[in-house]
């Protein structure tokens, strides 16, 4: 078997005094946290598409990453990929993977041909995942890049291009379902518009639920328990996402009654494209009961679009694993790295450079997480804060035992207590204190 990875060994955890680039820091994966390891909190897996697939190109200019793997032939550069794909995840002991339909084979001439490679890859990637304990987190269909969804896929105004996608879906949760995936994710690359002037913005919506409907009960026939999710985007390439942040998500699936078998992706670069943080975003899918799953990257705050770069954020992965871990944790979800090199990264190193540094900054992020619990004082402080509620008139509350007019009489008859600090600055200097300890 040929070995793409040269001179690049299994990456082991040396612990944070090492100076072995090819070592983690901080990810020990039989560590046990909490009563589980390591590997079972955050449950790594592979992006097919960053990391198998993308040739560093952007607007401005192009590839400079060759991913042919030494292949001419459209399907021998797809086998290939599948063992470069095997031969990285055995190396850095990544145990998922995820992928988009058109990451792992080309497509065809037509959908016909497009479904028979589709059907050899996955046979490929089934023989490959036996005897080892790789698994897919989840699958989906890529139904944004092809001309055919420059309206939209399931919101588009053609409905030759919304059948397309619905075959697309289909052909992906039945590769999905045949490689074990708990999860199957709908991304909304080009589910928005640009103008009302040519958009019926209610039709569009509709439609798309109609879509959703549709894959639930196609994938439940054919025996699928697993999770679906959306996957929250706030821009590129459309102006206005119908997938624009979490709470906008949750709209859709509570008006069309999908939040039994929905819940969320979360990705941290699209939380900032909209305007929100990384923990914020995981926060509301928290409190509404549809935490699923994680796109783990990062943005650049000094550029306006997703740029996929691997988390290095120690802080905020601290912040993300916190809200993670009053989730409950993941059950089908896991951590995915929706992340790619550099452009001007463009060696086999950089994306094991990469896998390291995002998993190490994940693995002690889950470390201070748990050490911001045990030390105790900012939950401490929380429950202070809205201790007013504990007794009195805010328990009263709490229990729905007052009107409109009880409360203004309680205002009348009452002195106002005086307010509180929110002490954040004290705050942020425990959170620094147990970060940089």
Sequence with gaps: ???????????????????????????????????????????????????????????????????????TESMEIARAKVDAAFELMKKLGIKYFCFHDVDIVPEGKDLKETKENLSVIVDYIEEKMKGT????????????????????????????????????????????????????????????YETLLNTDMGFELDNMARLMKMAVKYARKKGFNGDFYIEPKPKEPTKHQYDFDAATVIGFLRKYDLMDDFKLNIEANHATLAGHTFPHELAVARINGVFGSVDANQGD?????????????????????LEIIKAGGFINGGLNFDAKVRRPSFTFEDIVYGYISGMDTFALGLIKAYEVIEDGRIDEFIEKRYASYESGIGKRILNDEVTLEELEAYT??????????????YLETILNQILYK
Excluded at 412 to 425: A, I, T
């Design 1 to 71: 078997m040929k070995e793409y990875f040269k001179g690049i060994p299994e990456v082991k955890y040396e612990g944070k005094d090492s100076i072995n680039p090819f070592a983690f820091k901080f990810y020990d994966a039989k560590r046990v946290i909490d009563g589980k390891s390591m590997e079972e909190h955050l449950k790594f897996a592979m992006s097919w598409w960053h990391t198998m697939t993308a040739t560093g190109t952007d607007p401005f200019g192009a590839g400079t990453i060759d991913r042919n793997y030494g292949q």
């Design 133 to 192: 304990d790789i698994k897919l987190l989840w699958g989906t269909a890529n139904c944004f890049s092809s001309p055919r969804y420059m309206h939209g896929a399931g919101t588009s105004c053609n409905a030759d291009s919304f059948s397309y996608a619905a075959s697309q879906i289909k052909n992906a949760i039945d590769a999905t379902i045949q490689l074990g995936g708990s999860g199957y994710v709908f991304w909304g690359g080009r589910e928005g």
């Design 301 to 321: 705050s000094l550029l306006g679009w997703d740029t996929d770069q691997f988390p290095t954020d120690v802080k905020d992965a601290t912040l993300s694993m």
């Design 412 to 425: 009348l008859e009452n002195k106002e207590r005086p307010m509180e600090s929110g002490r954040q600055e």
